[in-house]
């Protein structure tokens, strides 16, 4: 696991602090996961809650609010597709 120090790496390998890493809220991750779809952003925002409670996205709640981190879906992502 990754140090509180350690700065993660984006998609093309710059680094990135924590607060460029860190998605707040279903909105941010779905539109992160998805992209901007206003007319069916509700639907998306559902699938992130199902996604992290049914099949396995790495988010976590700080309060009552879902957070994930862009490197941490991207990598999961990324190994759905190796794992097929």
């Known amino acids: 696991?990754?140090?509180?120090s350690e700065r993660a790496s984006?998609?093309?390998?710059?680094?990135l602090s924590l607060a460029d890493d860190l998605l707040r809220g279903a909105k941010e991750i779905a539109e992160f996961i998805y992209g901007k779809e206003e007319r069916r952003a509700g639907d998306n925002r559902?699938?992130?809650?199902l996604a992290?409670?049914?099949k396995g996205l790495p988010a976590f709640k700080i309060?009552?609010?879902?957070?994930?981190?862009?490197?941490?879906l991207l990598r999961w992502i990324?190994?759905?597709e190796h794992n097929g």
């Open 63 to 72: 309060g009552r609010v879902i957070h994930a981190r862009k490197s941490t």
């Open 46 to 49: 559902k699938r992130v809650y």
């Open 1 to 4: 696991m990754m140090s509180v």
């Open 78 to 80: 990324e190994s759905l």
């Open 10 to 15: 984006s998609a093309n390998g710059e680094s």
């Open 52 to 54: 992290a409670a049914r």
